[in-house]
């Protein structure tokens, strides 16, 4: 058997080494697992310790009862159709389009007003005056209603435009713009 010569121990070792260095180094700072580690957060927790209890004897901590804040409880006009109302829980101003399902020129109307909505940001909801509940609803809260309208309404149920008959998508997205808060 052949001996290894002192010096090629040494730059066996040194290879080596080095190799264990790369390798280490690669995991530490190179590895995509810890890049995107969040921070190690720490959490100190008092016990409490019983009087009664020898001064060793120390008591289970109590869960910490996490309280969210809850939103703010909006307050819609309950005289509003239901579609309306609901779509209000969902944003400040909706555009709400008055139609009849089977009424010539009221599909366009809607296809415009749910253009404007989505070009101004905000809500959209249909209400069908065929519907006798959302008509009469509808009779409480404008005055002279017809079919194809749109209705831009603000939180709580405020009408603040009213726009009689087909109207492109353009002039709804800016009556809805001028109308958000």
């Avoid at 019983?50 to 819609?76: D, E, G, M, N, W």
């Avoid at 101004?120 to 209400?127: C, E, K, R, Y």
């Avoid at 509808?138 to 002279?144: E, N, P």
């Amino acid at each position: 058997m052949s001996r290894i010569s002192p010096r090629m121990r040494i730059f066996a070792f040194a290879g080596l080494g080095l190799v264990v260095l790369l390798v280490a180094f690669q995991l530490l700072f190179l590895s995509p697992h810890n890049q995107a580690r969040p921070p190690l957060v720490i959490v100190h927790h008092k016990a409490i310790v019983h009087h009664r209890s020898s001064p060793t004897h120390k008591a289970p901590a109590k869960p910490i009862k996490r309280v969210r804040p809850s939103a703010p409880k909006l307050h819609l006009d309950l005289t509003l159709p239901a579609p309306l109302r609901k779509a209000l829980l969902h944003s400040r101003v909706v555009v709400a389009v008055l139609y009849a399902p089977d009424a010539p020129g009221d599909a366009d109307a809607v296809t415009e007003a749910r253009a404007g909505a989505k070009a101004a940001h905000v809500g959209f909801t249909m209400l069908n005056v065929r519907n006798e509940a959302i008509a009469r609803a509808l009779a409480r809260q404008v005055a002279g209603a017809s079919d194809p309208a749109v209705l831009v309404v603000r939180r709580p149920g405020t009408v603040a435009l009213k726009l009689d008959g087909y109207v492109d998508a353009a002039v709804v997205a800016q009556a809805a713009a001028n109308t958000h808060p």
